[in-house]
C-alpha cells in the first residue's frame, strides 16, 4: 500500500509539472517591450504586449504565446551603480536547483541565475517550503542566506504546534549586512515571502522579542537594513481568489500534510520534489522505525486546519491579515509586475481565457476566477475588479497591497520611489508560469531587468 501511495504521489507531482510545461506547439512566440527605462515598445506594432495604467484587456483578442524581451538593451553585460546580489524566490509549489531533475524554476531549460552571474550580476536561488507559510518560508529563507539553522520563533512554534527549529543551511551570501545589501525577486507567492523577510529584518518581532529573550532568532530584532529592493512577479499581494474558491480549502494543510509524509520518508521522492515539512514533523529521522514515524506524524498538528500554511496565506483573508503587519520599508524600493492572458466574455463581463497566450492547463482555474464575486461583511468583498487574471492570481491583486494596507501605491513613471510601490506595465497575454520561463525566452526580460536593478541609486 505504502510503495502504491508513493507511485501515486510521485506520478500526480510529475503530471502537474508536464502539465505547467506543455503547451500548443502551434503556438507562435513574438517580442514584447516594457517600460524600463530605456527600452522601447517592440514586436508587432498594432499589438502591444504590455498596458499603461488607464488601459485595459477587455477587448484583446491577441493568441499569441510572448517572448519576454527589450530588445533596445538585449545587453551582454550589466551596468551597475551599485553591486547589490539578486537573490530568486520561488512561489507556492515551487522547486530548488537540484529537484525536478535539474529543470529550472527561473528560466525552465533556461538558467537564469547562470546566466546573470556570467554577465557580471552576482544572482543566487534561495530554496524555500513549497507549501509552507509565508512566516515560515521567511525564516527559511533568512536562514538559506545567511546560513545556519532555521529557527521559526519560540512564540511562532508554540503557537502553531510544530517544532522551533529546521534545517541547517551554509549560507548563499554570508556578507549581507546594511552595507552589502540585497535586491530580492519573488515569484507569485515568494514575493508575499520576500516582503515578510524584509518586514522582520527591518522591524523584527514583537511577540517573539517579549515571549522569551534566550536564544532570540537575530532575525527578530529587527534593526537590519539588507534589503535594497523587492520585486514581486505575478504575486497575490492581496491573495487570490483561486484559494477563496476552492471547496474545502480549510483541509488543504491535511493534504499537503498527507503529501508531506510519504515524500518525507522517500529519500528518492524527496530527491526528486522537496515539500519541505520538517517543521511539522514529517521528515522520517535516520535509524527511525516505521511504526515511530507514523505515530509521531499522525501526531502532528498539520493536521488541526492550521492557519500556518500557505493556503491560508494565498487566500484574500490570509494575505489581509499579512498585510496589516507587513509594511512597505522607508529604505526600501518596490517594484511590482502584472500577468494577464484573459479577455473580458463576448456574452458578459465574465474574464475567461486568451486561447493561445494562456496554458490550456489555467483554463478552468482562469475561468473559476474570471466570474467569482463574494458579498460577505466578514471577508474582503469580491467584485468584478477581481476578474481578470493569468490563470492563478488576480492581476487587481498583484500591484501592491490594498486589503488592510496603506502602503502607497503608484504607477511607475520613469523615476523609481523609495519606500511605495512602483507598479510596472501590465505584462498582457502572459499567464502565470510564463514569467518564468516555463514556456518561452525570458532571458533578455532578466538580463534588463537586472541592469534596472543595479542601476537604483544607492
Known sequence: MNKFLKKIVSSAVLAVFVSLTSFPTSVKA?????????????????????????????????????????????????TKN?????VLVHGFMGFGRDELLGYKYWGGLVDVQEILNKLGCETYTA??????????????LYAYIVGGTVDYGEAHAKKFGHNRYGRTYSGLYKNISDKN????IGHSMGGQTIRTLTQLLSEGSEDERNYKQENLSPLFEGGKHWVHSVTTISTP?????????????????????????????????????????????????????????NKRVLQSNIWNRTKDISSYDLSTQGARELNQWVKAQP????????????????????SVPQKGP?????????????????????????????FPNDGVVNSYSQDGPKLGSNDIIEQYNGQAKIGQWNVMPRIINTDHMDVIGTFGNVKDWYIDYANFLTNLEK
Not at 33 to 44: D, R
Not at 82 to 86: E, F, G, L, T, V
Not at 181 to 184: D, G, Q, R, V
Open 30 to 78: 513574438v517580442d514584447i517591450g516594457t517600460q524600463i527605462p530605456k527600452a522601447v515598445y517592440t514586436g508587432k506594432t498594432n499589438n502591444k504586449m504590455y498596458l499603461s495604467e488607464n488601459e485595459t484587456t477587455e477587448k484583446d483578442n491577441v493568441n499569441e504565446k510572448v517572448d519576454l524581451k527589450f530588445p533596445e538593451l538585449n545587453t551582454k553585460s550589466i
Open 82 to 86: 551599485n553591486s547589490y546580489p539578486i
Open 127 to 140: 530554496t524555500v517550503g513549497p507549501v509552507s507559510s509565508n512566516w515560515d518560508r521567511a525564516c527559511e
Open 181 to 184: 545589501k540585497i535586491h530580492l
Open 237 to 293: 499581494n492581496n491573495g487570490t481568489t483561486l484559494s477563496d474558491s476552492i471547496p474545502a480549502g480549510e483541509f488543504l494543510s491535511s493534504a499537503f500534510g498527507l503529501v508531506g509524509k510519504i515524500t518525507g520518508q522517500s529519500g528518492l521522492l524527496s530527491s526528486f520534489y522537496d515539500f519541505k515539512l520538517d517543521q511539522w514533523g514529517l521528515k522520517k529521522e535516520k535509524g527511525e522505525s516505521q511504526l515511530k514515524y
Open 331 to 350: 529604505d526600501v524600493y518596490y517594484f511590482s509586475w502584472i500577468t494577464n492572458a484573459t479577455r473580458e466574455s463576448l456574452i458578459s463581463d465574465h
Open 358 to 386: 494562456m496554458n490550456p492547463f489555467f483554463y478552468g482555474s482562469a475561468r473559476v476566477m474570471g466570474s467569482y464575486t463574494r458579498d460577505d461583511k466578514n471577508l474582503p468583498i469580491i467584485d468584478k475588479k477581481w
